[in-house]
Structures are given as structure tokens and as C-alpha cells.
């Protein structure tokens, strides 16, 4: 009986009291929660990964639906800038339409006040200058009855 032979004894004691504690199945049960522990947090991290594929899925659709409302903001504000824009060009068109007759109407205004001007001018030299022939001509009341009544009509016939 060396120390080997008891040495092997211990061994066999250790083993066997080993045995008689379960520590086996204690490091069974171990690993078995530690692999039950691992296959939740895989389900758990396949549900996270779904869901987050589906959060994607779903900003991503929301992207494309903002990015459709953008287009149409802008397609709707470039409309409207164009209709605005002919709006713009027709009141500029009708005001420099207006602005033209008004002068037009001036300018006409103008003539027929120059041309009755003018006439009344005329009138005015006509009837001076008959004023001067007929009393340089006739003389006494006769002169001064024709004189009022011809400087009368052609005052009327001018004006």
C-alpha cells in the first residue's frame, strides 16, 4: 500500500461523493437552464428583428408617401406660381390697356379743345377784322345795326 493505492482511494471517494451530492445532474440542469436561457434571448432577438424589419418596412412606406405629398406640394406651388404668374400678366395687360385708352382720350380731348380753340380764334379775327372793314366803311346808326347783327352771326355760325 503506496500512495498511489490512496491516492486512488481519494479519487474514488471524491467521485463517489461527487456522485452522492448530484453534481452531475446539478451541471446538467446547469447547462440545460443555460441553453434554455440562450434559446429565449435568440427568440427574443429573431421577435426584435422582426419587428424592427417591420418598423422599416414601415418608415420606409411613410418615406415614400412624404416624398409623394412633397412632390405634390411642389407640383401644386408651381401651378399656382403659374396661374399667379398669367394673373399677374392679364392685370398688367388690362391696365396698360386702360392707361393707353386714357391717354388716347386725352389726346383727343386735347385736339377738340385746340381745334375749338382755334375756332374761337378765328371767330374772335373774323369778326374783328369785319368790325374794322364795316365801320371804315359804313357809317352812323345803319353801320352800327349791321355791324351787331353780323358780328352776331358769325359768332353763331363759327362757335
Do not use: C
Amino acid at each position: 500500500m503506496d500512495a498511489t493505492f490512496w491516492a486512488l482511494v481519494g479519487l474514488i471517494l471524491f467521485l463517489a461523493l461527487i456522485a452522492y451530492i448530484k453534481v452531475p445532474a446539478k451541471v446538467g440542469s446547469a447547462l440545460d437552464n443555460r441553453a434554455d436561457d440562450i434559446r429565449k434571448e435568440l427568440e427574443e432577438a429573431r421577435k426584435m428583428r422582426e419587428e424592427a424589419q417591420s418598423l422599416l418596412s414601415e418608415y420606409q412606406r411613410k418615406r415614400h408617401e412624404a416624398e409623394g405629398e412633397a412632390e405634390a406640394i411642389v407640383a401644386e406651388a408651381t401651378a399656382e406660381a403659374e396661374r399667379l404668374t398669367a394673373e399677374t400678366n392679364q392685370a398688367l395687360e388690362e391696365m396698360i390697356a386702360r392707361r393707353s385708352k386714357a391717354a388716347e382720350e386725352k389726346i383727343a380731348q386735347a385736339e377738340t379743345q385746340a381745334i375749338a380753340e382755334v375756332r374761337s380764334k378765328a371767330a374772335d379775327i373774323a369778326v374783328s377784322a369785319a368790325e374794322h372793314i364795316l365801320s371804315a366803311k359804313v357809317k352812323d346808326k345803319v353801320a352800327d345795326d349791321i355791324l351787331s347783327q353780323s358780328i352776331a352771326q358769325v359768332k353763331e355760325r363759327l362757335n
